[in-house]
T-cell receptor, first 115, second 113 residues
Framework: SAVISQKPSRDICQRGTSLTIQCQVD?????MFWYRQQPGQSLTLIAT?????????ESGFVIDKFPISRPNLTFSTLTVSNMSPEDSSIYLCSVAQGASDEKLFFGSGTQLSVL | QKEVEQDPGPLSVPEGAIVSLNCTYS??????FMWYRQYSRKGPELLMY????GNKEDGRFTAQVDKSSKYISLFIRDSQPSDTATYLCAMSASAGSARQLTFGSGTQLTVLP
């Protein structure tokens, strides 16, 4: 399985600021995924980061709020912009592997608290 | 009604107990079923992956799928304190489609020594 390094592991930020989360994979992957995990709720897919094209955002998530970069096949960043306390959550990077990319592997996550 | 329902717990058991974790779902198109284990302050790790109905065993873990009842289970035999974690079920209608993967909200399990 892929080894996924995510940083920072946690951060405390002020309202109105932005935070960029980095995700590095030890092998080349076609798609990388960004998830949000709020307490007591299921994992929610924010967007799919495709190398060489714009990210695909899920309903309820927009590029202005969560801009994503994917400069190569092993790296991606997610920025949480103009943060509010409602953005406090765990953010997870994920990649798909397997014969049909059917299995998801996750990074260790970024615990974000917004004051 | 959520597409996937999972009892949030928390569930607390003594070491050596048999643990049963369950999820129900409403979408009859789901064919691929997964269980993830998430330790505190870590990302989820894939524990079991099954296709369609039936059982799959891996060491102390058994995944069971009953598509007729839209019900999946994860059994942990001889539970250990190291099994203390949150367990998430996940499912999809097609392989290789992470965008269609639906997660349960997780069951928090504590195994007491």
């Amino acid at each position: 399985s892929a080894v996924i390094s995510q940083k920072p592991s946690r951060d405390i930020c002020q309202r109105g600021t932005s935070l960029t989360i980095q995700c590095q994979v030890d092998s080349q992957v076609t798609m990388m995924f960004w998830y949000r995990q709020q307490p007591g709720q299921s994992l929610t897919l924010i967007a799919t980061a495709n190398q060489g094209s714009e990210a695909t955002y899920e309903s309820g998530f927009v590029i202005d709020k969560f801009p994503i970069s994917r400069p190569n096949l092993t790296f991606s960043t997610l920025t949480v912009s103009n943060m509010s306390p409602e953005d406090s959550s765990i953010y997870l990077c994920s990649v798909a592997q397997g014969a049909s990319d059917e299995k998801l592997f996750f990074g260790s996550g970024t615990q974000l608290s917004v004051l | 009604q959520k597409e996937v329902e999972q009892d949030p717990g928390p569930l607390s058991v003594p070491e050596g107990a048999i643990v049963s974790l369950n999820c129900t779902y409403s979408n009859s198109a789901f064919q691929y079923f997964m269980w993830y284990r998430q330790y505190s302050r870590k990302g989820p790790e894939l524990l079991m992956y099954t296709y369609s109905s039936g059982n799959k065993e891996d060491g102390r873990f058994t995944a069971q799928v009953d598509k007729s009842s839209k019900y999946i289970s994860l059994f942990i035999r001889d539970s250990q304190p190291s099994d203390t974690a949150t367990y998430l079920c996940a499912m999809s209608a097609s392989a290789g489609s992470a965008r269609q993967l639906t997660f349960g909200s997780g069951t928090q399990l504590t195994v007491l020594p």
